[in-house]
């Protein structure tokens, strides 16, 4: 099965406490987002990365860290420096061709709770 | 500053309308416009991409049109059914913006029988 698998599905966080939410795709994408998604609203783009060990920040990447060392996995750190982290939190990944803009693909998804 | 709107934020149809819901974004220098759908707590689903030579695209009972010079994209349903209840979302991504998605805030959609 080809997909985008994202873990926890659910993910509770205590104050001061860094976390880190799994985003794997087996589609053999280059391209890697994560969007965060607040009730309401729609989502709002963290971090991308178009090739491994490459990525760029978005709109609201404050508070946030990724890493890309693999092509299939792109897993993002929730640091204590996220004000107000809880939210909605989907991966998505898509081709990713050079000067082309292509469907996104998404997870399912991770509910960050900060208790 | 680029931005997505869509109205309206809810609808409630009975089974069988045909329904039409409405995208604006600004600035026309667009690559394309997406339409996704989005269950409670799930993920996204890509329902149709339009690039911005296009005029419309259509899926089943689904079809989009994007009019670049009014900022203007509408998804229209034909004979809605209740699986169709859901929360649909317009994401625009412009030139010079790579793969960048901005998403309006969507319109939750439900058709009771």
């Known amino acids: 099965d080809g997909g985008i698998t994202q873990s926890p599905k659910y993910l509770f966080r205590k104050e001061g406490q860094n976390v880190t939410l799994s985003c794997e795709q087996n589609l053999n994408h280059d391209a890697m987002y994560w969007y965060r998604q607040d009730p309401g609203q729609g989502l709002r783009l963290i971090y991308y990365s178009q090739i491994v060990n490459d990525f760029q920040k978005g709109d609201i990447a404050e508070g946030y860290s990724v890493s890309r060392e693999k092509k299939e996995s792109f897993p993002l750190t929730v640091t204590s420096a996220q004000k107000n982290p809880t939210a909605f939190y989907l991966c998505?990944?898509?081709?990713?061709?050079?000067?082309?803009?292509?469907?996104?693909?998404f997870g399912p998804g991770t509910r960050l709770t900060v208790l | 500053k680029q931005e997505v709107t869509q109205i309206p934020a809810a609808l409630s149809v009975p089974e069988g309308e045909n329904l039409v819901l409405n995208c604006s974004f600004t600035?026309?220098?667009?690559?394309?416009l997406q339409w996704f759908r989005q269950d409670p707590g799930k993920g996204l689903t890509s329902l149709l991409l339009i690039q911005s030579s296009q005029r419309e695209q259509t899926s089943g009972r689904l079809n989009a049109s994007l009019d670049k010079s009014s900022g203007r994209s509408t998804l229209y349903i034909a004979a809605s059914q209740p699986g169709d209840s859901a929360t649909y979302l317009c994401?625009?991504?412009?030139?010079?913006?790579?793969?960048?998605?901005?998403f309006g805030a969507g319109t939750r959609l439900a058709v009771h029988p």
């Open positions: 998505a990944s898509s081709i990713g061709l050079a000067g082309y803009t292509d469907t996104q693909y």
């Open positions: 994401a625009v991504s412009w030139i010079g913006g790579y793969n960048k998605l901005i």
């Open positions: 600035d026309s220098a667009i690559y394309n």
